[in-house]
């Protein structure tokens, strides 16, 4: 049990506010976690589970005494809401959020910025396809990478929000804005874009193809769906916030598709064979590195 701040305040209580919020409460980390969100539904939900020690509906309210804020909402939404808190913050505190896209983030909190506050943006790679406060878990970034972008903060600042996130169980790695888009462009949204085509497709068979694809689903489609569960506005504002970089990788991969095609139809296994032995290295190298 280690405090690192006294008051830590959550804004968005979704599957990332609710375990930031659960975590910080397992390690101690916080004297207490106002937890706030726009909508009732949510509210209610957080009061249910008993998930922060304080809930305040209006965000200005939550943050006016908190050390740390943590802005866990939809990218679209971070700009506006730190328009919305940083007014209210008290100097010296520090502004975060978890956004999934961080160049985006970054341009749309800067009109709002003031010089007597900390903003180190970040972004946990971790969640599920769940998504609100009863899908929260205390577990979530147990072992899971966390990404700060220390932009030009102050050295101890940051140091002291990463002993916060390695708290919460995380792993810090420390990126720019750009750099964490093109790598998050391949290694997520991606995956997350070909989901959403796999699963698109099948709904748009004929009614008996489909009822077939569903019922005899392997794993393979079974995965598909899955990860095609994820937040619909979540995902809507990531793509739309990290254009540049999926357009760039949706580029290559239309490319090797290509090849891809070009193989099967000229039979042409032994190009086959090569990319899947490569590609299931690629398996192992993440086993190994515990992030399966
Ligand atoms: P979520 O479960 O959908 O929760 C987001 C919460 O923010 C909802 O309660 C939503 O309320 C609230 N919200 C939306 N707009 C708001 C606004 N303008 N003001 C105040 N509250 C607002 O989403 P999440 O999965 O926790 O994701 C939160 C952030 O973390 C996103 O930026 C996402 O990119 C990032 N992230 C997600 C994952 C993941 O796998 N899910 C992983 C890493 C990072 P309403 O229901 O009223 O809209």
Redesign the pocket.
């Known amino acids: 049990m280690t405090l690192i701040y006294d008051k830590v305040a959550v804004?968005?209580?979704?599957?990332?506010?609710?375990?930031i919020s659960l975590a910080t409460r397992r390690g101690g980390l916080a004297g207490s976690v106002i937890g706030?969100?726009?909508?009732p539904?949510?509210a209610a939900t957080v009061a249910r589970l008993q998930l922060v020690d304080h809930f305040e509906a209006d965000?200005a309210l939550a943050v006016h005494d908190a050390d740390l804020v943590i802005?866990?909402?939809?990218?679209?939404?971070?700009g506006?809401?730190a328009g919305?808190v940083l007014p209210h913050m008290k100097p010296g505190a520090v502004l975060t959020?978890?956004?999934?896209?961080k160049t985006s983030?970054v341009r749309d909190v800067a009109p709002h910025l003031r010089d007597d506050i900390f903003w180190v943006p970040s972004?946990?790679?971790?969640?599920?396809?769940?998504?609100?406060?009863g899908?929260?878990f205390e577990a979530l970034f147990d072992g899971r990478y966390w990404i700060i972008l220390p932009l030009a903060s102050d050295e101890a600042v940051v140091t002291r929000f990463e002993t916060y996130i390695t708290g919460l169980g995380s792993v810090c790695e420390r990126m720019s804005p750009e750099y964490h888009d093109k790598v998050l462009a391949l290694t997520s949204h991606l995956p997350h874009l070909i989901a959403y085509t796999i699963v698109g497709t099948a709904v748009d068979l004929e009614t008996q193809l489909k009822n077939d694809v569903i019922r005899f689903s392997a794993s393979g489609f079974r995965d598909f769906t899955r990860i095609a569960a994820?937040?619909p506005?979540?995902w809507r504002?990531?793509f739309l916030n990290n254009d540049g970089a999926v357009l760039e990788m949706l580029q290559r991969f239309s490319e090797d598709l290509s090849y891809l095609q070009r193989a099967i139809r000229w039979q042409e296994g032994d190009k086959l064979e090569a990319l899947f032995t490569r590609t299931r290295e690629i398996r192992r190298s993440i086993i190994d590195a515990g992030q399966n």
């Open positions: 804004i968005g209580m979704g599957l990332i506010g609710a375990s706030s969100d726009r909508s539904d949510v965000a802005m866990a909402v939809p990218v679209g939404a971070v506006a809401v919305q959020d978890t956004g999934s896209t983030v972004h946990p790679l971790a969640g599920t396809e769940h998504s609100g406060p899908a929260g994820s937040d506005v979540m504002d990531v």
